[in-house]
């Protein structure tokens, strides 16, 4: 199993302005990931973070708007820019450990965004 | 990419078994199945994760027909602490097919 955690659990920003969210999980991980899940709605992958290089973004979604760091294999971060109310949503870091031809894949516990 | 579809909502009483199916008809030869769980303001939880056949656990069992294209997540005599919403996921070999759909909330009345 995977331990996530994730700073800020919660904040509240004004329109323009950014949020770094941290993600630290308890072991070495290859396949991380960042979502977002908007109130009442299903999680939407935002990108795959990858560990030396860029991330990889989902249609939609684009480094300008989510730069994303990876610079080891238990920490990543997601940054959130010129932030505007319809980016207030729950922000979660999550992992895939594979075993054989399975996988499980585990979240942290979200960060919370306002955006005022 | 493999789409799923479940219901939007589903009511059942304490106590009762609940069975909640899951379509996937474009399900790729060496995709899992996996449930998920999710309370409010928390994390999707891993529940249970099955390829053919039947899986069970402490917690659930998972049926997947012959076919692979629909499972059904069995939760035995839930209980009230069993209001969540459900995802199922079958997604493909890639990161990229890491997608949820959009899940089935289960509400245990008393």
């Known amino acids: 199993s995977a331990v996530i955690s994730q700073k800020p659990s919660r904040d509240i920003c004004q329109r323009g ?100 | 990419l493999a789409k799923t579809t479940q219901p939007i909502s589903m009511d059942s009483y304490e106590g009762q078994e609940v069975n909640i199916t899951c379509s996937h008809n474009n399900i790729a030869t060496n995709d899992y199945i996996t449930w998920y769980q999710q309370f409010p303001s928390q994390g999707p939880r891993f529940i249970i994760q099955g390829y053919k056949t039947k899986v069970t656990n402490e917690v659930a069992s998972l049926f997947i027909p012959a076919d692979r294209k629909s499972s059904t997540l069995s939760l035995p005599r839930v209980s009230l602490s069993d209001t969540a919403v459900y995802y199922c996921l079958a997604p493909l070999g890639s990161a990229r097919q890491l997608t949820f759909g959009s899940g089935t909330q289960l509400t245990v009345l008393p």
């Open chain 1, 17 to 116: 302005t950014s949020l770094t969210i941290q993600c630290q999980v308890d072991s070495q991980v290859t396949m991380m990931f960042w979502y977002r899940q908007q109130p009442g709605q299903s999680l939407t992958l935002i990108a795959t973070a990858n560990q030396g290089s860029e991330a990889t973004y989902e249609s939609g979604f684009v480094i300008d708007k989510f730069p994303i760091s990876r610079p080891n294999l238990t920490f990543s971060t997601l940054t959130v820019s010129n932030m505007s109310p319809e980016d207030s949503s729950i922000y979660l870091c999550s992992v895939v450990l594979l075993s054989g031809g399975s996988y499980e894949q585990y979240f942290g516990p979200g960060t919370r965004l306002t955006v005022t």
